[in-house]
């Protein structure tokens, strides 16, 4: 423990220099689009074919496909703020993923190959483009939290929004489809038709969180930096074992502070830091 609150202080020593350690952090890891930030049990990335062992930090390539084990769960964090959970014994592909900071414009496709997953799309930050598919589903979010599993022994998919609105379309007829708010669900059967909507409670929808989120037990500290003419917010997540602290900063950048430790500091700028208990 005393080994994570000194990792803990060295990264918030660091936090006047990180603005400008972002800049040159995000140049360096142009081809990832985005970072673990919470990993639970075995949790592996298949990339060219290869599995690939995954912990907090590790980052993630479009093309990628993300797999669970039995009791695992693993959280992402894409470069555009979005949040992707992915439950025990799931798995989960990033087909395609594009997105510019610059003019605030994102398109991605993801896709449940089996299991469950839950992802939480941010409201009214720039232009998205963002579709999510399993073998028999296919819908589109705008500023959503979407709850979905599929079961390869029924073919069938179960599609839930917790926030916003969700169009799910059939993948053999695009002119049928049916729109779904919060606190609403469906199931498409093997040949892609939605069924008809249902209602979903406040504890199913609890329990369908939990099934497919790695949350459970993360300690974590919000530190607000107030620089000249900005201000940065940082979530500190204790994690757990020996994965440590990782800092998530407001736009969307991960850091571990042990990266930072055999770093030379640059000059450091006076700051206001608010440290949120």
Do not use: W
Not at 29 to 52: D, H, M
Not at 168 to 174: E, F, G, S
Not at 182 to 206: H, K, Q, S, Y
């Amino acid at each position: 423990m005393k080994g994570k609150v000194r990792r803990m202080i060295a990264g918030i020593a660091f936090a006047a220099a990180l603005i400008a350690i972002f800049h040159s952090s995000a140049a360096n890891a142009e081809e990832a689009v985005g970072k673990v930030t919470r990993a639970q049990g075995n949790v592996n990335v298949i990339r060219g074919g290869k599995p690939l062992k995954a912990g907090i930090g590790t980052r993630i390539m479009a093309g990628d496909t993300i797999q669970t084990e039995e009791n695992s769960r693993v959280k992402i964090l894409m470069n555009d703020s979005t949040i992707l959970g992915l439950g025990s014994k799931s798995q989960f592909r990033i087909k395609n993923y594009r997105h510019d900071a610059r003019a605030r414009q994102t398109s991605a496709d993801y896709s449940l190959v089996y299991g469950r997953s839950r992802a939480v799309v941010p409201k009214g930050v720039g232009t998205r483009n963002i579709n999510f598919s399993s073998p028999s589903a296919v819908a589109g979010v705008r500023g959503t939290e979407l709850i979905m599993e599929y079961d390869p022994v029924t073919g069938q998919t179960k599609i839930v929004v917790g926030d916003g609105t969700v169009t799910v379309v059939d993948p053999n007829d695009p002119t049928r489809t049916i729109t779904l708010t919060a606190g609403m669900g469906c199931i498409v059967g093997p040949d892609g038709a939605p069924g008809a909507p249902f209602n979903v409670t406040p504890e199913e929808l609890e329990e369908l969180r939990r099934q497919a989120q790695s949350d459970e037990g993360a300690p974590r500290r919000v530190v607000i930096l107030e620089l000249p003419g900005q201000t940065a917010t940082l979530t500190v997540d204790t994690g757990g074992g020996e994965q440590g602290i990782i800092i998530t900063t407001d736009t969307g950048l991960v850091i571990n502070p042990q990266d930072l430790i055999d770093q030379e500091p640059p000059p450091l700028t006076p700051v206001k830091i608010n440290l949120k208990l």
